[in-house]
């Protein structure tokens, strides 16, 4: 487990030192997450609808579009030079490969998220100052699952063709339990409700993120295989 | 008799017991004392939706074998079972609109059964575009294998958290713990609906089977054929 662990981190460092150094995927995911929210201000009519009816919605429409954003570049990165052969020749074990990638994707998708929900909370003036850790909590949960799952699948399509295409394709169905889940409590600490009401969301969270994490490390090795 | 034919016949047995259920649901069981004439399409919808769902099980359980197998002939079946599951599936949501119209006044609405149908639908969808996308048989049923499995465990989650929304969705009558509350001729029909759509699944999964085989056979270039 300590080996597995050690390995992982190897993988993932590589990774982020890599994408911290050329910045250009980081600064455009970034970019990206701020236009979508910017386009969401257009999209709706401010007169109609009160913004905190609104602001579930936004907040994980955005971080769903922005994760599989960062997802799609995962494996892409791997292709040139054939660093992928590389990597599975070395005495990595498959299921350290997928935690490096997890966790570097994690990261990404961390980053990305902490500065959408600034953004987030400063345009559209939502009041998060006393839900902010359950909230943060929330968002954690819900983005272990949807990068447990992109992982996979982005490391399952590099060589299939149309590959940024058809990983929005299959994984769109796999986000909407998580993101049901993370709405719908969203949608309550917003609302100042008390978080009792939200047990069987956070429950159906914690249990997506366990089955597919461990389903991922488990079915990643028959993805990368030649 | 060769397994195309064998298929052939199965399907076409299925298809005249499926006018055959037709007649016995429209002529000769009485009619539902509220929803009149539209519940006859209960007999279609159910049994299909009972196979969109089982199909996807088979795609998942052929995955897990396969992974361990190694055998072409679990992917095959899973390809033929994806294929017959979608057309399920589109049988399950165009009834179930016809039905949702004069029943519930609207042709679609985000209840929790029809959201799960439909994300079941973009599964199968998904899961055949990659199997189309991907020219190496071998790597393709490896992938197909790994995305059937994990879909396979969706299924539970999506019931699960559209369930925790409320449900406009009529309540199993027949698959419930207690014993089924229709009448006995409706539920007859009803059997004879299920036994005919598992005959159509068979017949139509083998008639698919016998195509891969055909396709596979002939190709000896790693099974290059590329349906898209």
């Given at each position: 487990m300590?080996?597995?662990?050690a390995?992982?981190?190897?993988?993932?460092?590589?990774?982020?030192v890599?994408?911290?150094?050329?910045?250009t995927?980081?600064?455009?995911?970034?970019?990206?997450?701020a236009?979508v929210?910017?386009?969401?201000?257009?999209?709706?009519?401010?007169?109609?609808?009160?913004?905190?009816?609104?602001?579930?919605?936004?907040?994980?429409?955005?971080?769903?579009?922005?994760?599989?954003?960062?997802?799609?570049?995962?494996?892409?990165?791997e292709?040139?030079?054939?660093?992928?052969?590389?990597?599975?020749v070395?005495?990595?074990?498959?299921?350290?490969?997928?935690?490096?990638?997890?966790?570097?994707?994690?990261v990404?998708?961390?980053?990305?998220?902490?500065?959408?929900?600034?953004?987030?909370?400063?345009?559209?003036?939502?009041?998060?100052?006393?839900?902010?850790?359950?909230?943060?909590?929330?968002?954690?949960?819900?983005?272990?699952?949807?990068?447990?799952?992109?992982?996979l699948?982005?490391?399952?399509?590099?060589?299939?063709?149309?590959?940024?295409?058809?990983?929005?394709?299959?994984?769109?169905?796999?986000?909407?339990?998580?993101?049901?889940?993370?709405?719908?409590?969203?949608?309550r600490?917003?609302?100042?409700?008390?978080?009792?009401?939200?047990?069987?969301?956070?429950?159906?969270l914690?249990?997506?993120?366990?089955?597919?994490?461990?389903?991922?490390?488990?079915?990643?090795?028959?993805?990368?295989?030649? | 008799?060769?397994?195309?034919?064998?298929?052939?016949?199965?399907?076409?047995?299925?298809?005249?017991?499926?006018?055959?259920?037709?007649?016995?649901?429209?002529?000769?069981t009485?009619?539902?004392?509220?929803?009149?004439?539209?519940?006859?399409?209960?007999?279609?919808?159910?049994?299909?939706?009972?196979?969109?769902?089982?199909?996807?099980?088979?795609?998942?359980?052929?995955?897990?074998?396969?992974?361990?197998?190694?055998?072409?002939?679990?992917?095959?079946f899973?390809?033929?079972?994806?294929?017959v599951?979608?057309?399920?599936?589109?049988?399950?949501?165009?009834?179930?609109?016809?039905?949702?119209?004069?029943?519930?006044?609207?042709?679609?609405?985000?209840?929790a059964?029809?959201?799960?149908?439909?994300?079941?639908?973009?599964?199968?969808?998904?899961?055949?575009l990659?199997?189309?996308?991907?020219?190496?048989?071998?790597?393709?049923?490896?992938?197909a294998?790994?995305?059937?499995?994990?879909g396979?465990?969706?299924?539970?989650?999506?019931?699960?958290?559209?369930y925790l929304?409320?449900t406009?969705?009529?309540?199993?009558?027949?698959?419930k713990?207690?014993?089924?509350?229709?009448?006995?001729?409706?539920?007859?029909?009803?059997?004879?609906?299920?036994?005919?759509?598992?005959l159509?699944?068979?017949?139509?999964?083998?008639?698919?089977?016998a195509?891969?085989?055909?396709r596979?056979?002939?190709?000896?270039?790693e099974g290059?054929?590329?349906?898209?």
């Amino acid at each position: 487990m300590g080996e597995l662990i050690a390995q992982a981190w190897i993988v993932a460092r590589k990774d982020l030192v890599l994408e911290f150094r050329t910045r250009t995927a980081l600064i455009s995911a970034v970019v990206f997450t701020a236009l979508v929210l910017t386009v969401f201000n257009f999209g709706r009519d401010p007169t109609a609808v009160p913004t905190i009816d609104l602001a579930p919605t936004i907040l994980w429409v955005t971080f769903t579009f922005a994760a599989m954003l960062a997802l799609n570049r995962a494996f892409q990165l791997e292709l040139e030079n054939q660093a992928l052969e590389g990597l599975l020749v070395s005495p990595l074990s498959r299921t350290s490969l997928y935690w490096g990638k997890l966790i570097a994707n994690l990261v990404f998708v961390a980053v990305v998220e902490g500065v959408g929900l600034p953004l987030f909370v400063l345009f559209f003036d939502v009041p998060v100052g006393r839900v902010l850790l359950p909230l943060i909590g929330v968002i954690a949960l819900a983005t272990l699952g949807f990068v447990a799952v992109g992982t996979l699948f982005s490391a399952l399509v590099i060589r299939t063709r149309f590959a940024e295409l058809l990983l929005v394709v299959i994984l769109l169905p796999f986000l909407v339990p998580p993101l049901i889940g993370a709405v719908q409590v969203t949608a309550r600490l917003l609302g100042g409700r008390p978080l009792s009401e939200s047990v069987g969301y956070l429950k159906l969270l914690a249990a997506y993120d366990i089955v597919f994490v461990s389903l991922a490390s488990f079915l990643f090795r028959f993805t990368v295989d030649e | 008799m060769s397994l195309t034919q064998k298929g052939r016949w199965i399907s076409v047995v299925a298809l005249l017991c499926l006018a055959a259920v037709y007649v016995r649901a429209l002529a000769f069981t009485p009619l539902e004392r509220l929803q009149g004439p539209a519940q006859k399409i209960f007999y279609l919808h159910v049994p299909a939706a009972i196979w969109t769902e089982a199909a996807m099980v088979l795609v998942g359980l052929a995955g897990i074998f396969y992974l361990f197998l190694k055998d072409p002939r679990l992917d095959r079946f899973a390809e033929a079972s994806a294929e017959v599951g979608t057309v399920f599936a589109t049988i399950v949501l165009t009834t179930g609109p016809i039905w949702g119209k004069p029943i519930w006044g609207t042709w679609w609405t985000w209840d929790a059964r029809l959201t799960s149908t439909l994300l079941l639908f973009f599964l199968y969808v998904g899961y055949l575009l990659v199997r189309g996308s991907v020219r190496d048989a071998g790597l393709r049923a490896r992938y197909a294998a790994v995305l059937g499995i994990c879909g396979m465990c969706l299924v539970p989650f999506i019931h699960m958290s559209v369930y925790l929304f409320r449900t406009l969705h009529p309540q199993p009558i027949i698959l419930k713990p207690s014993a089924p509350s229709l009448p006995a001729s409706m539920l007859a029909t009803w059997l004879f609906s299920l036994a005919t759509f598992t005959l159509l699944y068979v017949g139509f999964v083998t008639q698919r089977y016998a195509l891969s085989l055909a396709r596979d056979s002939r190709g000896g270039e790693e099974g290059s054929s590329g349906h898209v």
